[in-house]
């Protein structure tokens, strides 16, 4: 087991530079002016001659003028000390422009997942339990619903019917201006929670349909097992059957989601945050994409980088865990 | 040629400075008949306290201004009360100048800054502001030079109590010219953005170039009485030493900017430090650094350009919510008033990011108090239905700037005029306009805005000298065929598809056109009204749509790009005081980032020349020579305005007092605003 684990940190930093040079090399080849792109809006605040004078003082500040292997040591030296530059739009520390999105995002997809699982699990088992009834279809057809509409529809029906028509939730944003001046501790967490009782609807919403369904077919799948006939023949009660038996068996592909959305915690949704204003990562990620802000880009992409293979070797473990079949070597 | 634009930046600056901090004028806007349904502002009031008159700026002697006392007006409040919170749809968390001015920014900067020692009015005069100046002298010295000596009124104070003396306003010259300041960030020339222009104060350069700590052209003169010196000329030298440029910094018809200059708190940017003036000009004394500077003003998220505490406008800052994209103001209880007396009765301002999408149905729920200057007809009618429930109210102002089509003029076919023209005639302005406003906006035929007091005094004459370029196909073949695009893709006469010319190299010039649609969804409007008229008239023309990345517009709109576009659709506004003169210059250096249109014309350079180099008093001649602009421009077709918005502010009925137009702060509609 710890051959295996370090077997996989040393594949992990293996592809982690690997990719770091992928992503580096496409960095480089978007045909974009990371100088022109730190310097935009400010053409016109002097002479020409200066203007060109500062791009070549700025590039050469960047490292720009250096060759790209260079460049890339650099850019790869820095980062291990976790300095990811300066964000070309926000004029701050990457770490800086990170922090308020990502708390904004974990918690956003924390609730989501605690309420998700909340309900999921006991709707998977109930549907496989309850397989072909009216139950079932009609668990079926609303959770297809969440799983096949496109998430913006559903974020543009949900503002038009709660937020716009009914008025129960506000539109957009995540507390009221000004409540912190005159509200209580309690106002205004009541208040943030009725911010964001609608973009967490929506994502819980949307998530119901695959999860719900992947429990169901495990289930069914585990159901259908000799070890279930033989509970059930020996006169366990249906509950236990169900519950102790059925379910801890069909566990083993769950843990595999389940841990997938534990890393799914770090990114945020851009749909969701875009039309509910709401400061997350997906929105950052975003916005630093079609601002050119490759400092952010670069620093987000190696982070999710090593979260996917970090996560996959946390998944891995997982299995070993809460199926003793399985043995890592 | 960039003489021009050298000496003209020291407006710039101004400018910057001003849109922090400027003040309404003694003739704010009253609504609009244009359907406004908000309160008259305090002006149309019972006053019974009216500003005095001051005197005009002249040379020569001591000129004393009376510091105006604090204005009462029937129906408003005498102390601040109730809360506003506005939409806007960019925010971050920069709030000092020099790093970048997103919307909310802006909003939150004209709110937090002030004490300038010159304000702009409504009526497009610049003047000095008698609650900040005492008194002023305007001397003109022998070598041509010009010194503006300034009296502060000793009631000044920054937001946290401090006195605001002379030494601030010397100081705020010494910080953003100097050496340390550019070295704070590795963002580039940030001092040179803080304080763009101010090479024409002699001594300026040397000081910035760090070959002197004593910035000569900065005297302090006592407590609360400093100068500022402009050089009769500024010449400007390469790295090499090398003379570079010469530019006359008089006259300038707009040179009492030359004496605006607003407060730094110098004890929170550079604490244990002062000014110091040992007769040859100013000096920072102490352990000022750019490290100190980083400590102080770019540390994390405590410094200054993120948590501006101390400051000197109507309010001051209170808090930036970065996981919500709120800033929260509080009425400065030390900010002595506007320029005419008038202190802010909103006792706090929020001003929340909006995503523009829902940026209607987060008005209408209630989640902002306050939406700012939206266009649009799907927008402003959705917006007015809801004022026809009487859970709104709102206030309309013409836009001083316009939608339109930039003709590049230095490549292909739209280096002719005639050929501009033709794609003139090919327009049907009108429509467009009627579809993209819904009625809510009008064309105008030339570089020019409904504000502007050259146009909006004299629009009969101005129109008449206009050409509308109405749509005319004939005289869009008409113009072609007198620029010799007579020809078709083998040589031959040209009878159908698309026309060619024969250059004098013997090759053929396809009139071909690339078209970048900055607004997608004014080019979709655009494309049907004009691409089949243009090419009935010979012409062939490829739309591209702006695909949100801002590389991708910089690059369109300053020519960056591998295509070489020969029609922009974008919009444009107006600095508060427009300056045409930087936006002409001949020398392909400063086309795109400064001439957007990449033309040389040396009739249309001399015009706006002529109007720069106007005596500040010459009105009428600054009106003459602005017309030979317009005039000049609408001929050239250099752009071609497709719709002027009427702006719509939207608030809640309980806002009183407010009006505000294109020339007119927001800020200062806000000082005089309150809420019941």
Known sequence: MVKYIIRRFIYIIFVFFLISVMMFAIYKAVPSDPVRMQLQGREQEMRPEQFERLMEQTRRQLGLDKPVYIQYFRWMGNMLRLDFGRSATHRRPVIEVIKAPMANTIMLNVITMVIVFIIVIPLGIRTAVKKGSVFDSSVQVVTILGYSLPTYIICLFSIFLFASTLQWFPVGGSVTPGLDLTGTKADIFFDRVWHIVLPIGVMVFTSLGSLTRYIRATMIDALRMDYIRTARAKGLREKVVVYSHAFRNSMIPFVTAMIGWLISLFSGSLMVETIFSWQGMGRLFYDALVGSDYSVVLALGMFYVLLGLVGNLIIDIAYTVVDPRVRLA | ?????????????????????????????????????????????????????????????????????????????????????????????????????????????????????????????????????????????????????????????????????????????????????????????????????????????????????????????????????????????????????????????????????????????????????????????????????????????????????????????????????????????????????????????????????????????????????????????????????????????????????????????????????????????????????????????????????????????????????????DNAVEELVSNGWVLNENGDPYESGVRYKKLDDGSLMKLHLEWFAANVQVGAICDPLFTPNLEAAGFSITRTDYDGTSSAFNDAVYGYSEVYYHLVSSATGFATADSPWYYFDPDPSTWGQWNSNFIADDQIYAAVMGMKNTEPTDKEGFFSKWLDFVVRFNELALDLPIYSDLYHDFFIPGLKGYAHSASYPWSGAIVKAWVE
């Open chain 2, 1 to 473: 040629m960039k003489k021009l634009l050298a000496l003209s930046l020291a407006v710039l600056m101004i400018f910057g400075l001003l849109a922090a901090c400027q003040s309404p004028s003694d003739s704010s806007p009253a609504p609009t008949d244009s359907g406004s349904n908000s309160s008259p502002a305090p002006n149309g009031g019972d006053d019974d306290a009216p500003p005095p008159v001051q005197p005009s700026v002249e040379e020569g002697d001591w000129i004393e201004f009376t510091q105006p006392s604090v204005r009462s007006v029937a129906g408003r409040p005498t102390t601040p009360s109730g809360k506003l919170a506005v939409g806007e749809n960019a925010m971050n968390v920069d709030f000092m100048s020099g790093w970048g001015n997103l919307g909310g920014n802006a909003r939150v900067k004209e709110l937090i800054y002030g004490l300038a020692t010159v304000v702009y009015t409504a009526d497009g005069e610049f003047v000095i502001d008698p609650m900040v100046v005492k008194a002023l002298l305007i001397e003109t010295n022998a070598d041509g030079s010009k010194t503006y000596s300034f009296k502060l009124h000793e009631n000044l104070k920054f937001s946290d109590g401090t006195p605001v003396k002379a030494e601030n306003y010397a100081f705020a010259a010494l910080l953003a010219s100097s050496k340390e300041m550019n070295d704070t960030t590795d963002e580039g020339g940030l001092g040179a953005q803080l304080f763009t222009g101010s090479e024409v104060y002699r001594g300026a350069l040397d000081y910035r170039n760090g070959k002197t700590n004593v910035f000569s052209g900065v005297r302090l003169l006592g407590d609360y009485e400093f100068s500022m010196t402009v050089d009769a000329e500024t010449i400007y030298y390469d790295e090499d030493g090398n003379e570079e440029d010469r530019e006359t910094n008089f006259p300038f018809y707009y040179q009492l900017t030359y004496a605006s200059v607003s407060p730094e708190p110098i004890h929170i940017y550079a604490p244990g430090c002062s000014v110091k003036d040992d007769g040859q000009g100013v000096y920072i004394d102490g352990p000022f650094s750019a490290e100190l500077l980083r400590s102080t003003i770019d540390n994390g998220s405590e410094g200054a350009r993120y948590n501006p505490t101390v400051t000197t406008g109507p309010y001051k800052f209170l808090s930036f919510d970065t996981s919500a994209l709120i800033a929260t103001l509080e009425v400065n209880e030390y900010f002595p008033g506007d320029y005419e007396g008038f202190k802010p009765m909103i006792k706090n301002i929020m001003v929340k990011q909006t995503q523009s999408e829902t940026l209607v149905d987060e008005y209408i729920s209630g989640g902002v108090d306050m939406v700012v200057g939206i266009g649009g007809a799907q927008n402003i009618n959705a917006l007015l239905d809801y004022c026809d429930t009487g859970a709104s109210s709102y206030f309309d102002f013409p836009r001083y700037g316009y939608g339109k089509f930039t003709m590049h003029c230095s490549e292909g076919p739209t280096q002719w005029a005639e050929v501009r023209r033709a794609i003139a005639y090919c327009m049907d302005r009108e429509e467009i306009c009627r579809q993209w406003t819904g009625g809510y906006g009008v064309i105008v035929h030339s570089r020019m805005g409904m504000s502007q007091w050259m146009y909006n005094q004299n629009v009969e004459l101005v129109d008449s000298k206009l050409n509308p370029y109405t749509v005319n196909l």
